[in-house]
């Protein structure tokens, strides 16, 4: 298996997957991406990685490079794959992978790199 594509059984379950108007916004540190509750992507990432798969990884971080209006092409297959098997998944809303939530993830990063300063001097802080 390909770690940047969806096994089947993964895209089945995102194919399921429905907009939400009230779904809550999340970000996730490792890939640096926001998510959405109503788009299965912990779900679907547990599936993925019962064949190796860190595709939704590369989903979130490709959306990251959509909003930072720099796409990062290596990773578009796994991006238009998933497009081509769900088109309707919530994740492709304009307002979720568009330029104008720029602002907004970049307080997201500001609001992590804080809170490892933080977590950083409470350490120290503690080892002395």
Same mark, same amino acid.
């Given at each position: 298996m390909d770690e940047v594509l969806y096994p089947e059984e993964a895209l089945a379950f /995102? =194919?399921?997957?429905? =907009?939400?108007?009230?779904? =809550?916004?999340?970000?996730?540190? /490792?890939?640096?991406?926001? =998510?959405?509750?109503?788009?299965? /992507?912990?779900?679907?990432?547990?599936?993925c990685m019962?064949?190796?798969?860190?595709?939704?990884?590369?989903?979130?971080v490709f959306r990251t490079s959509l909003i930072k209006g720099e796409p990062v092409e290596v990773y578009r297959r796994n991006w238009d794959q998933l497009r081509a098997a769900c088109p309707?998944?919530?994740?492709? !809303?304009?307002?979720?992978c568009g330029t104008e939530l720029l602002p907004a993830?970049?307080?997201?990063?500001k609001r992590m790199?804080?809170?490892?300063?933080?977590?950083? !001097?409470?350490s120290k802080q503690a080892e002395a």
């Open positions: /995102l =194919h399921q997957m429905r =907009h939400a108007p009230d779904a =809550h916004r999340g970000f996730e540190c /490792l890939s640096t991406s926001f =998510h959405w509750s109503d788009e299965g /992507l912990q779900r679907a990432m547990r599936l019962n064949y190796g798969s860190r595709a939704t990884f590369y989903t979130m309707d998944w919530p994740g492709f !809303r304009p307002e979720r993830w970049q307080r997201a990063i790199c804080i809170g490892f300063e933080r977590e950083m !001097r409470s």
